[in-house]
Structure formats: C-alpha cells, structure tokens
C-alpha cells in the first residue's frame, strides 16, 4: 500500500472528521504516538480545544524538556480531565494553565490540584453581581465615561473584577452581567 495515499486519506479524515485545519492535522498525526495521544484525549473531551492543548502547551512543554510524547509528564487521561474542567466552566483558561504547570510534576489529577489550591472558578452569578456592584460603585466616574461612548472603558470593569476575584471570577459571566447593568 502507498504510504503517502494513505496519509492523504488520514489527513482527509482529520479535516471532515474533526473539523482541524492542515497544520494541526499534518501534526497530530506525524508519529503515531502523537496520534495515538491524542485518540486517547479526544475520546472523552472536546476536539478542537484538545487540538489546541497538544499543539500548544503541551507540545511547548515536551520541546522545553526535550521529550517525545511517549515520556509526557502529563497523561491524555488527566489533560483530558484539564480540557473538560475548562470546557464545563469550572476552571478559565487561564487558571488551567496554572493547573497544567502544576500537572506536570507527576503527572498530578487536575481536580486534585484544583480543589487543594483553591482554584475553582467563581460562576455563581449572584456573587459575581457582588463584585461587579462593588466596582461600579467605586468608580462612577468611569461608568459615566462609558455610558457617554467611551466603550473601551468595558475591558476596565471586567479586569477589575478579574484583579479582586484573583482571576477566579468567569469571564463570560463578568461580561454578560456588567453589558446588563451598564446598559441602564
């Protein structure tokens, strides 16, 4: 059988199947430890953020360590746990970059790492509402410079609330709530 024919073919798949582009396809199967890996991950969380964590941070992490997929230090089982938190709103991305470094010293479980060190997202919209009330109070300036057209000010407010949250708060959330009470 022609190997090149059949790369084309797997590669054919990747993009109808999985929706990635020619770069990200061309990658993910150049070994098949990689596509191996990355089957393992895409069995039980989403593809194209998985796709993106094992073209990205992961990939950087074995290049820093200079390590072949076989030797990573973080198991397809626990990075798919890491992209589903992410994926259900539990964590942002931002924190599970955090967790993913953590990761990395013996393989640890995302949840683990999360529920030790505090890091659960803040996605109860009541709280968030406490935050973000807490903000427009203490700057009524800026909220008056909003509302006159000055809408680069809304990037402000949410990382307002990101800084006293510690990051913690969901961004989507932050940014629903704030475009609601700002708009009165």
Do not use: H
């Not at 992961?58 to 360590?65: I, M, Q």
């Not at 953590?102 to 009541?126: A, F, H, R, T």
């Not at 300036?141 to 000055?150: A, Q």
């Amino acid at each position: 059988m022609d190997y090149k024919l059949t790369s084309v073919k797997i590669l054919r798949e990747l993009y109808k199947k999985f929706k990635l582009n020619s770069y990200e396809a061309t990658i993910l199967v150049s070994d098949i430890e990689t596509s191996n890996y990355f089957e393992e991950v895409i069995a039980n969380s989403d593809t194209k953020l998985s796709t993106n964590w094992i073209t990205g941070e992961l990939f950087a992490l074995l290049n820093e360590k200079n390590l072949e997929i076989s030797k990573s230090p973080i198991s397809a089982n626990n990075l798919s746990k890491l992209i589903n938190l992410i994926k259900e709103g539990t964590i942002s991305g931002k924190i599970a970059k955090n967790v993913f470094e953590l990761m990395v010293d013996g393989d640890k479980d995302p949840e683990l790492i999360i529920e030790e060190k505090g890091l659960k997202q803040e996605s109860d919209p009541k709280e968030l509402e406490k935050l973000i009330d807490k903000i427009i109070n203490e700057n009524q300036d800026k909220v008056k410079e909003y509302k006159s057209g000055k809408d680069k000010l809304f990037s402000f407010f949410v990382g307002q609330v990101m800084k006293v949250s510690e990051g913690k708060a969901n961004p989507k959330l932050v940014n629903d709530i704030f475009k609601d009470k700002l708009s009165k």
